[in-house]
C-alpha cells in the first residue's frame, strides 16, 4: 500500500496492509458507509521466553475509522493471533493478537476518530450533531469527554499574581443559576469554571490581584480572605452604570412624549446615536433625516435637536459622556468634578449611579494605574458560554467551556503529554 492510500484511508500503522489475498473488492459500499478489508501480521516474540511465536489463524476485528467520501469508514481488519507453545521457557501456552497503532486493545473506534471529537468540542457544535458527523453514538463523544478529566486539572498550588473572574448563567447547576469563570487577565488564560458564585464555593482560591466587575458581595469575599488584595473596577462596568441609566431615561422622555409622536419616532430612530460616544460622532456627514422633515442634518445636530426634547435626556447624555472621557484621560480630577455633584440634582435613574461610583470611588482611581487589565477577556468566553449548548450534568459543561479556548491549561496539559510522548518513542528508537 503506497503513501496515499494510507493517508486517504487514515491509516498510520506501517504493518496494516491491504487484504488482496482474500478479497477482490477491497473497498466496498454497504448501507451508506464504506468498508475497508485490511490484514495485520508481522513477526512477533514472546513477551515470556523471547521466541517467535507461531502464528495460529486470524481474528476479523471491526473498528470504525476516519471517514472515506464523507461516509463513515468501518475498517474490517484479519487480525494475526500468535501462539507459543510450552516449554521449559514457557511453562504455559501464551497467546497473542496483532495490535493495530492507534488502536487500543478490545476498542472498537480508531483513535483518529477521538482526536476528530475532541477538535469539534472546541467548536459550539452540540454533542449530538458532532456524533452524527462522526458515525458514531452521542455517549461515546460524552465518555471521550469523562476521559479527559485528567487534562481539566489546573494547578491548585499556584495563582497568577493578576487573576480576573465573573459570572454567567448556569441554569440548574448551580442553586443561584449563576456559576464563576475564573481568568489569568495577563495571558488571557482561563483557569477554572466554579459550580457557584457564592462564598463557600470561591474561598478555595487565593488571589493577590482581582478585577472585577462592581457586584458588591464579592468585594467582601476578597477583603475577608486577602486582606493585601488590589481591587480594581472594570472599566466597561463603570461605564455600562451611566449606559443604562440614559437609555432608560431615553425610554421613559419616549414615552412621556407619547406614542406615535414625532418626538418618539426620533428618539426611537436614533437610539444607538444616543448611546454612542461624544468622540465617534461624525460632525461633517450631512445626511438627510426623515424624522427630522429630512432636513440635511449631521450626527452632532441631531444629537442637539434629540436633547433639546427633553432636560433629564441632557443632562443624563452629558453625565454618561463626562464619565467616558474621565475613564478613557484615567484622571482622578474629572472623576472627581463629576461624582462631586450632588445626587439630588441629577434624574432619579443617575443617582443610583452617583451613589455605586462614590462606593468603588478607590477601585475606579486604582484602575487607572493598572489600566491594561481588564475583564474584556472574561467578557469574551462569557459570550462563548452564552452559545453553548444544553447539558444534563456540571461535569460535561465545565468541560466544553474549557475546550473551547486554544490557550487553556486543558490545550496545554494536552501539549505537554503529546510532547513527552513523542519523546519518549524517540528515546525508545
Not at 80 to 105: F, G
Not at 240 to 266: D, E, F, P, T
Amino acid at each position: 500500500m503506497d503513501y496515499s492510500t494510507r493517508t486517504a484511508l487514515g491509516i498510520k500503522d506501517s504493518h496494516l496492509e491491504l487484504d488482496t489475498a482474500h478479497f477482490k473488492n477491497l473497498i466496498e459500499s454497504h448501507d451508506n458507509q464504506v468498508v475497508v478489508h485490511l490484514i495485520q501480521s508481522y513477526p512477533l516474540r514472546c513477551p515470556r521466553c523471547g521466541q517467535l511465536m507461531l502464528k495460529n489463524g486470524f481474528k476479523i476485528v471491526k473498528v470504525l475509522g476516519p471517514s472515506l467520501h464523507y461516509q463513515p469508514t468501518i475498517w474490517s481488519m484479519r487480525n494475526q493471533k500468535y501462539l507459543c507453545k510450552p516449554s521449559s521457557a514457557c511453562p504455559s501456552t501464551i497467546t497473542e493478537l496483532a495490535k493495530v497503532k492507534d488502536i487500543k486493545y478490545r476498542h472498537h473506534i480508531s483513535q483518529a476518530i477521538k482526536q476528530q471529537v475532541m477538535i469539534q468540542l472546541t467548536t459550539n457544535e452540540s454533542q449530538i450533531d458532532i456524533a452524527k458527523e462522526l458515525g458514531i453514538s452521542d455517549w461515546t463523544v460524552r465518555r471521550i469527554i469523562f476521559n479527559l478529566d485528567q487534562f481539566f486539572k489546573p494547578n491548585y498550588h499556584w495563582l497568577p499574581r493578576h487573576i480576573a473572574f465573573d459570572d454567567f448563567k448556569s441554569g440548574r447547576f448551580a442553586s443561584s443559576g449563576m456559576s464563576m469563570i475564573l481568568m489569568n487577565i495577563e495571558n488571557h488564560r482561563t483557569i477554572d469554571i466554579i459550580l457557584s458564585r457564592r462564598n463557600r464555593y470561591l474561598r478555595n482560591y487565593f488571589l493577590r490581584t482581582v478585577t472585577v466587575d462592581l457586584y458588591t458581595p464579592y468585594r467582601h469575599l476578597i477583603h475577608e480572605l486577602f486582606p493585601h488584595a488590589i481591587i480594581i473596577a472594570d472599566h466597561f462596568h463603570v461605564v455600562a452604570q451611566a449606559y443604562r441609566a440614559l437609555n432608560k431615561i431615553r425610554v421613559k422622555a419616549m414615552n412621556q412624549a407619547g406614542n406615535g409622536s414625532h418626538q418618539w419616532r426620533a428618539l426611537k430612530h436614533f437610539w444607538k446615536l444616543i448611546l454612542t460616544p461624544a468622540g465617534l460622532l461624525k460632525y461633517d456627514n450631512y445626511w438627510s433625516r426623515r424624522n427630522f422633515g429630512y432636513t440635511q442634518l449631521t450626527d452632532v445636530e441631531v444629537i442637539q435637536r434629540l436633547l433639546a426634547f427633553n432636560d433629564d435626556l441632557k443632562q443624563a447624555y452629558r453625565y454618561y459622556q463626562d464619565l467616558i472621557l474621565a475613564i478613557n484621560h484615567r484622571s482622578k480630577d474629572e472623576l472627581n468634578h463629576l461624582l462631586a455633584i450632588k445626587w439630588t440634582q441629577l434624574p432619579q435613574s443617575l443617582q443610583k449611579v452617583q451613589r455605586t461610583l462614590r462606593r468603588h470611588l478607590k477601585e475606579i482611581i486604582t484602575s487607572f494605574k493598572y489600566g491594561d487589565y481588564t475583564n474584556g477577556p472574561v467578557e469574551g468566553t462569557n459570550n462563548k458560554i452564552k452559545v453553548a449548548y444544553g447539558f444534563r450534568n456540571f461535569f460535561n459543561f465545565r468541560a466544553r467551556i474549557l475546550l473551547a479556548p486554544p490557550n487553556s491549561y486543558f490545550a496545554i496539559n494536552w501539549k505537554n503529554k503529546r510532547t513527552a510522548h513523542v519523546q519518549s518513542q524517540t528515546r525508545a528508537v
